[in-house]
Every structure is written in C-alpha cells, then in structure tokens.
C-alpha cells in the first residue's frame, strides 16, 4: 500500500510505500529532497512532519535530532516511512540538482603523512572521466565487500585533477587501517559521488563563519580555496579547533590564506595546549571562541564540520547568539555502520 506525502514548502507531492522511506521515494520519483550519509547519523534529511504520523525501522533512534526539533515534529526523513498520508516541510535542494552520483575508478597518486594519525590521500581519474562536485561535498570508497567509508573533498571543483582527501586514522577501521598499514601509489579504488548537502551557498552575500574540527578543515578547505578562486568579496572567519598545536596539520596554509586576503581571518584553537608548544593564541573549544567573538550571529552564515559533540555543542551555542537554523550548514563526521567519516 502506498500513501502521498506532500512537501508544504514547495507543493511537491509523490507516492511511497509503507516499507519505504520517505527520502527513498522522494528520489526514485525525481523529488530532489535534501540528504547526506542516507544511514540515520548526518542529520542532513530531516524534515518536518505538519500533518501525518511517520514510524522509524524496529531498533533505530534518530539520535542526530534534538529534543526540541523531535517536539516540533522534525523526522530523519532517510529512515522515516509514512504510516498513512504525509504532508512535509522541507526545503528542496537546486544547486546541487545538476550533479548526478557516478561511480570511478581512481588510481593511489600518493599518501602524504601530515601527522602520526593524520593523512592526505590524492587520487587520480582515469583522463576521461572527471567527477563534478561542489566545494564542501564527499566521496565514498566502496569497499569489495560493498560496504562503503565517506571522506570529504579537500580539493576545490576548480582544481579536480587530482582528487584530495585528508584521513583520520580509526583504529581497526576497514579502510584506514590499510591506507595507514600498506597502501601504495598506484593502487586502484573504486568511488562513488559527489554526496551530501554542505557546501558554499553562493546565492548569499552574509558574512562567513567556518568552523572546522581535526579532519573538519578538509571540506572547510575546499569551500576557502573556491571562494578565493571566485575571488569572492564576502567576508570568511575560519576557526580551526584541535587538541594540540601539532594537530594543526596545514596551519602554514591557513596562515598564508590570512596573509594573502584581507577578507579572510583565521584562528586556531587549541583544546590541550602541550606546555612544550608554549602556545600564545586561543584556547577551550572551538564553538566557545566563536561566541566570545561574535555577540550576534544573525547576519553570518556558519560552515561547521568535524565531530558530533563539536557540532552539538555548537549548534546550541550559536542558537543562543542568534544563528537562524537555515544559516546554518554542518557536516557531522560520525563513525557508524556503513557511513564512516573519518
């Protein structure tokens, strides 16, 4: 049996079966529905239900959403199914609406040591083939077993001739293991995208907020280096929250980018400073230099990627100084079943 969910927003309708989800139907009948890892854990497919109920599969949490989004009726609408007629409201995504996943071939050009547990990976196309993508967007490796490890995009669109991604290692992870363990240039691998929904929204002219945390800076990286290619006006405030100074892999680019652009700032923030570093600059979390820089975040547009308590925190956070939720874009890199982020 299937029943028809209505987007209120747009006027939108499609059918889905009861065993379906919502975001499932919606792209099946070309209904270009926001969505990220599509498992339940980036947050990028909620929706709020405003008439009908929706049910979840046996055992799963929406644990991404807040209590007060599930008491304003918000849903995963990638795990969502509808238990009788829907009607939604979500806005529908059209920048990204032009740029279809494929799945490529790649070639290993080379693994760089950054840190003892940080890598960037370049991977290189077959020259026929190319891989279109926004800045801020990620990839999928899949694995032989099919199952598939999500890492973003470090790489501006503009400079896709070899593809950069920037590798945390997770100890006993199904992929990091081997990049860290025994991969070696040349190599082939097998990847699919462009996916996700956080990316530089250019229609804007707000001031720019971009928070980043550990691995966080690489999707944050490739919205910079996009918008100094624009040669973009608007101004970017980039804060890079790690533990220790040596975390701050590619803090000389960063520094550089301040140098060379007037409207670009750049402050990194260490957690766990090392009194061997003897560190001058900011300290705590990252989201809380933020707050104790900008009194009202009304008028910016905020870029966050890195860790879900960093997200969390900061979602709050930002509320609070006034932030409108639609000004706000995240990444959430969660480790989980088939959407692994790091």
């Not at 499932?24 to 947050?43: I, M, V």
């Not at 006006?233 to 533990?243: A, E, Q």
Request: with cysteine; glycine share 10%.
């Amino acid at each position: 049996m299937s029943h028809r969910i209505t987007n209120q927003t747009t006027g939108h309708s499609f059918e889905a079966a009861e065993e379906e989800s919502i975001l499932d139907a919606a792209l099946n009948q070309g209904q270009n529905l926001p969505y990220g890892c599509r498992n339940g854990f980036c947050g990028d497919c909620k929706g709020r239900v405003v008439a009908g109920e929706v049910r979840y599969p046996a055992g799963f949490e929406p644990q991404t959403l807040r209590p007060e989004e599930r008491r304003a009726g918000y849903a995963l609408l990638c795990k969502a199914m509808p238990a009788g007629d829907v009607t939604l409201e979500v806005k529908e995504v059209s920048q990204g609406e032009e740029l279809p996943m494929v799945e490529l071939d790649a070639t290993v050009e080379r693994v760089e040591q950054l840190t003892a547990d940080v890598v960037r990976l370049f991977l290189r196309l077959p020259e026929a083939e190319t891989l279109r993508f926004l800045a801020g967007q990620y990839i999928n490796f899949i694995l032989n077993d099919g199952r598939r490890r999500a890492f973003s995009l470090a790489n501006a669109p503009h400079n896709e001739g070899a593809i950069e991604l920037h590798l945390r290692h997770v100890a006993g992870g199904a992929f990091t293991e081997h990049v860290f363990g025994d991969m070696q240039a040349g190599e082939k691998l097998r990847i699919e995208g462009p996916v996700g929904q956080f990316y530089l929204r250019e229609g804007s002219d707000r001031k720019v907020i971009l928070v980043a945390g550990g691995t966080g800076f690489a999707p944050v990286k490739a919205i910079v280096e996009h918008a100094l290619e624009e040669k973009s006006n608007r101004p970017m405030h980039l804060y890079w929250g790690v533990r220790e100074q040596k975390d701050l892999y590619l803090d000389a680019l960063a520094r550089d980018w301040a140098a060379r652009h007037p409207s670009f700032s750049y402050t990194p923030v260490l957690s766990e400073p090392q009194a061997a570093d003897a560190w001058q600059g900011r300290t705590g979390f990252v989201h809380n230099a933020v707050v104790e820089d900008y009194a009202d975040l009304s008028g910016f547009d905020v870029y966050m990627a890195g860790p879900p308590v960093m997200i969390d925190a900061a979602r709050a956070a930002f509320s609070a100084q006034g932030l409108p939720q639609e000004q706000l874009y995240y990444d959430s890199f969660e480790i989980a079943g088939a959407s692994e982020k790091q």
